[in-house]
């Protein structure tokens, strides 16, 4: 199993652009979340989706939006990047809600 | 809102030294606790988790502890090695959080162990 797995590695991109965070999971688990990374903030939750055709907010999530169209894609997107959203993004996924949540390797994102 | 504190923000030991690492969250109606090491540019990986009815889980040199009660956990590290320097980053689901699935994390504890 590949796990949870995450493209691209590394993005730059210009304030206004927009793009599209991949990630997939091949454990066949119904929960997915996307959770940014900031020095001196943690982690916080942007998104999550309990199943394919259900997603709902998480604590940060303005300025990005998310679909769930499959039980492996959780995909990412942000419409028009702002410099605040320069940030490490991490995306998890789990087979239930007492068992140990997975992490992809990371997304790193600066804009300019 | 589950407030997650994890204490020492830094901490350097020399090799060989058992250490503690400390979590308390606000909340105590969680459903697991989970601790996680983090390595400078790398992602997540999954150390131990101590599911609400549980006191402690052991895995190698590594010991946690739950206290769920008085809101408080434990990483004990034991015979520490080069290799342990990483982030250890302590995190609780459920309790007062948009999900019963989300997790809430503390800020972490870098760790240093020096040969």
């Known amino acids: 199993n590949a796990g949870v797995t995450q493209t691209p590695k590394f993005q730059v991109l210009k304030t206004g652009q927009s793009m599209t965070l991949q990630c997939a999971q091949d454990?066949?688990?119904?929960?997915m979340s996307w959770y940014r990374q900031d020095p001196g903030m943690g982690l916080r939750l942007i998104h999550y989706s309990v199943g394919a055709g259900i997603t709902d907010q998480g604590e940060v999530p303005n300025g990005y939006n998310v679909s769930r169209s499959t039980t492996e894609d959780f995909p990412l997107r942000l419409l028009s990047a702002a410099p605040s959203q320069t940030s490490v993004y991490f995306c998890?996924?789990?087979?239930?809600?007492?068992?140990?949540?997975?992490f992809g390797p990371g997304t790193r994102l600066t804009v300019l | 809102k589950q407030e997650v504190t994890q204490i020492p923000a830094a901490l350097s030991v020399p090799e060989g030294e058992n250490l503690v690492l400390n979590c308390s969250f606000t909340d105590s109606a969680i459903y697991n606790l989970q601790w996680f090491r983090q390595d400078p540019g790398k992602g997540l990986t999954s150390l131990l988790l101590?599911?609400?009815?549980?006191r402690e889980q052991t895995s190698g040199r590594l010991n946690a502890s739950l206290d769920k009660s008085s809101g408080r956990s434990t990483l004990y590290i034991a015979a520490s090695q080069p290799g342990d320097s990483a982030t250890y980053l302590c995190a609780v689901q459920g309790g007062n959080s948009n999900s019963g699935y989300a997790l809430n994390f503390g800020k972490g504890t870098s760790l240093l162990v020096t040969p």
């Open positions: 101590i599911q609400s009815s549980q």
């Open positions: 998890a996924s789990t087979n239930g809600v007492a068992d140990t949540q997975y």
């Open positions: 454990m066949n688990h119904e929960y």
